[in-house]
């Protein structure tokens, strides 16, 4: 079968086509041939070796993919052959809070990622995909769409009415986008360009704000929501954004660290707000396979993700 890998070193230039032998379900496993896989910014700092260089090479890149149950182990009762699954990104990591083991075991390094004709998984590994989602857009669900479901469902409750901000229109913010709404929120959706402002009122963005013609938007957030500032943020922007989001988040509002997009930042930044006013900041690493359960049957019952993206780019296999 055919495989990207990443070869003897890191770097985009030792991302090679390679062959590797057809592997065979054994106990307990499933075969999968993957359809399709959508890149997620960690893959592009897995391969150029800034995400842990530490991973063991040669690695299949990948920590999303869709793909078709071609072949079912001994002993596999939940699956069978045909069924159109998606990778669980942490496949140990199945609810709750994980051990260091258990989170740090994923698809895209250091397991094997999705970037290859065929794969095997554990039966727990997989989940049943939405029925009514292309393998394209299923691929796109087990590592953006998680992250976001967890910042906003998981680890913080979004009542309606809640004024949410999500950061730029990459993949995990245009999924925040679509479950806040879901959540009855207001949501306010930052960008760099007019035109993707555009698409994301006509997911149902409330408000939008053009970051480059505002870089202190913080200030345009505080006039939408009367001076009282966010409920909920979606930073995935870091240190470079940070600033902002602390000027922009009310009292006892909630930030969800997922990102690093904006890098640098100033060395100086301003930590007293988050005590005065009583700021939670709370990183989001993914998600566990309960959270990716709850959140297909969200997907699935309100139909939501068909075709309307445009913050992920996909691989068909
Ligand atoms: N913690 C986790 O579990 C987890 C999981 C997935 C991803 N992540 C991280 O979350 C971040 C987003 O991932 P992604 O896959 O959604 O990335 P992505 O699809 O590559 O997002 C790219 C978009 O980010 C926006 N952006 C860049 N700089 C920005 C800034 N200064 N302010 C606001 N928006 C900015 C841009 O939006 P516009 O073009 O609209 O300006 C850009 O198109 C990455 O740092 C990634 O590593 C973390």
Redesign the pocket.
């Known amino acids: 079968m055919k495989v990207f890998e990443i070869q003897n070193q890191f770097g985009i230039e030792n991302l090679k086509l390679a062959e590797r032998p057809q592997p065979k379900a054994g106990a307990g496993e499933v075969l999968v041939k993957i359809k399709a896989v959508s890149?997620?910014?960690?893959d592009?700092?897995t391969i150029i070796g800034q995400y842990n260089p530490r991973y063991k090479l040669p690695l299949i890149p990948g920590?999303d993919g869709a793909g078709e149950i071609v072949e079912i182990g001994t002993g596999v009762s939940n699956f069978k052959v045909g069924d159109r699954v998606i990778g669980v990104f942490a496949p140990k990591w199945k609810s709750g809070i994980p051990d260091f083991d258990q989170l740090r075991t994923t698809l895209g390094g250091p397991l094997d990622g999705t970037m290859t004709e065929y794969r095997i998984f554990s039966e727990d590994g997989v989940v049943l995909m939405p029925d009514h989602l292309s393998y394209e857009e299923a691929s796109t669900l087990p590592?953006?769409a998680?992250?976001a479901w967890?910042a906003l469902a998981v680890e913080s409750k979004i009542n309606p009415g809640d004024n949410v901000v999500v950061?730029?229109?990459?993949?995990?913010?245009?999924f925040a986008l679509q479950f806040a709404k879901l959540m009855g929120a207001n949501v306010i959706?930052?960008?760099?360009?007019n035109e993707?402002?555009q698409r994301?009122k006509e997911l149902g963005a409330d408000h939008v704000i053009n970051?480059?013609e505002k870089p202190g938007w913080a200030k345009e957030v505080r006039k939408i929501t009367q001076m009282v500032g966010a409920d909920h943020i979606i930073e995935?922007?870091?240190a470079?954004?940070l600033e902002q989001s602390l000027k922009a988040i009310r009292l006892f509002g909630h930030i969800s660290?997922?990102?690093?997009?904006?890098g640098g930042g100033s060395n100086n930044l301003n930590l007293f707000p988050i005590l005065m006013q009583n700021i939670r900041i709370q990183?989001?690493?993914?998600?566990s396979k309960a959270s990716l359960e709850s959140m297909n049957r969200a997907i699935s019952f309100h139909k939501i993700a068909a075709g309307k993206h445009f913050?992920?780019?996909c691989i068909k296999i």
């Open positions: 890149l997620n910014y960690r592009y700092l920590s590592c953006a998680l992250t967890s950061l730029g229109t990459g993949g995990v913010s245009i959706v930052t960008s760099s360009s993707k402002l994301a970051y480059n995935v922007g870091g470079g954004t660290l997922i990102g690093v997009l904006a990183g989001i690493i993914v998600g913050g992920k780019v």
